[in-house]
């Protein structure tokens, strides 16, 4: 057994053995290097668009995007962004529809909820950390790399603004190598619900879970590993054991690559403000205060976030090369 769900992959691959684009029960579309490398048992790393689409300015998006499936080639694994291009869900998106999702204002944040109405209503959609989750589970990906989860908002007690992230992670059995939460959103909040809801969370060499922009949140962690192999061997433990749902390998940025911690603090208070009086609410929230911190930061928090989805991209490749 392998860390990618392999069976069912395998009952797609048998779908369509020879066609060099194969649709999943006429509803995913997988590249051609996608499917062959889910066909030869060749690691496979899910990205996800949101990222791409909202989550990093133009041009450094599309710059970002290639860069990391550069990073993940260079491990030996396959790299395979996730989106809807007009109607159709796309697992491998070539650079045409890279340099669509980083540029055409119409692409839509599209979460689990929101991938029938893309599909149906043939719109083109960029997927979250939970949209890309459900799409890799389908096809059989096992690891996933992006840069912070979505979680539960400071707010939460008043917006109920919790991301679909956490509710999905619970569900699909994946990898999922972060850098913590954003630190948008309450950090201890988000931990008590992922233990809810039996996610796992492991730190990569560290026993701290990270902050995204920072090294450390704060809030300590039950576990901490140290190599890919051991990631591996957790994740297979889980399914053996039959416990449904992802483990969270949150990956610190180093203490000397984080940013400012004074800056990060001051630039989220004025940016949590600056949404309140703009009257910014629900899926607006996160793409609002990811923008205002790179504006803020003139370019200090955009530093730390390519270096972030770099460095777990490598993380994520390495597991899955482990896992394989
Ligand atoms: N992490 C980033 N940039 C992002 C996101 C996460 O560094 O743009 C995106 C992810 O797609 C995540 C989504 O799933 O934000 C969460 O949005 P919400 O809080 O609306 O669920
Ligand atoms: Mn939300």
Known sequence: MTLDTADRAQDYAIASPTASVVRVKNAIKLSPEVNQALQDGTPVVALESTIVSHGLPRPENLRVARAVEETIRTRGAVPATIAVIRGTVTVGLDDDDL?????????IKVSVRDLGSVVGLRRSGATTVASTSHIAARVGIGVFATGGLGGVHREARDTWDESADLDTLSVEPMVVVCSGVKSILDVPATLERLESLNVGVVGFGTAQFPGFYLTDSGVSLDWRVDTPEEVAD?????????IRGSLVVANPLPEDRQLDPVLHDRTLEEGLQRARTSGIRGKEVTPFLLDFF???????????NTEIILRNADLAARIAVAGR
Request: no cysteine; glycine share 6%; net charge negative.
């Open 294 to 304: 790179h504006r803020a930061t003139a370019g200090a928090s955009l530093a730390a």
């Open 234 to 242: 957790i994740m297979r433990a889980r399914r053996d054991l039959g």
């Open 99 to 107: 340099e669509f999702i980083a540029q055409d204002d119409d692409v």
